[in-house]
């Protein structure tokens, strides 16, 4: 495989320019209006049209480099631990409450670090579910279930 495709640069553009891509694509279906009475796919069009520019960019600045920036190793274990912590709370919010939602995203987000200490982590998670609790549910006044529905 030649080095530009592992070149950050080239990468990030590359994305970019499909993201972008994508909205100048959609953005039309939702109505973009004129200029001086814009529709609800205005915005999104011009977003994407200056994200695919700067997509363009960034990947052709990555070609004509002398030196590509090649990327580094992809790490598994941290974005498993933290894209299964964020499923496992939208997950449990609804059907086990804040409580244990927090306390389940705190403990299966710790497990990214292999220097997370079990005891540490479990005094984060409480902390970070009673300000949680505090927060959302006292101070806010959402209607978030603290605990399982019966």
């Known amino acids: 495989m030649p080095a530009i495709f592992r070149d950050k640069d080239f990468l990030a ?19 973009i209006g004129t200029a001086r009475r814009m529709g609800a796919g205005y915005f999104p069009l011009i977003l ?7 997509g363009l960019a960034l990947s052709a600045r990555a070609v004509l480099q002398s030196q590509p920036d090649v990327m580094p190793r992809l790490f598994i274990r941290p974005v498993a631990a933290i894209t299964a912590s964020i499923v496992a709370f939208g997950f449990l919010l609804d059907r086990a409450g804040l409580v244990i939602a927090t306390l389940a995203a705190v403990l299966v987000s710790g497990l990214a670090s292999e220097e997370t200490r079990f005891f540490e982590l479990v005094l984060v998670a409480i902390g970070l579910t009673v300000v949680s609790v505090l927060l ?8 978030i279930p603290l605990w399982w529905r019966l």
């Open 13 to 31: 553009g590359c994305l970019f320019l499909a993201i972008g891509l994508f909205f100048a694509v959609e953005a039309p279906s939702y109505g």
């Open 48 to 54: 994407g049209i200056v994200l695919a520019l700067i």
């Open 136 to 143: 959302f549910v006292q101070f806010l006044g959402l209607p």
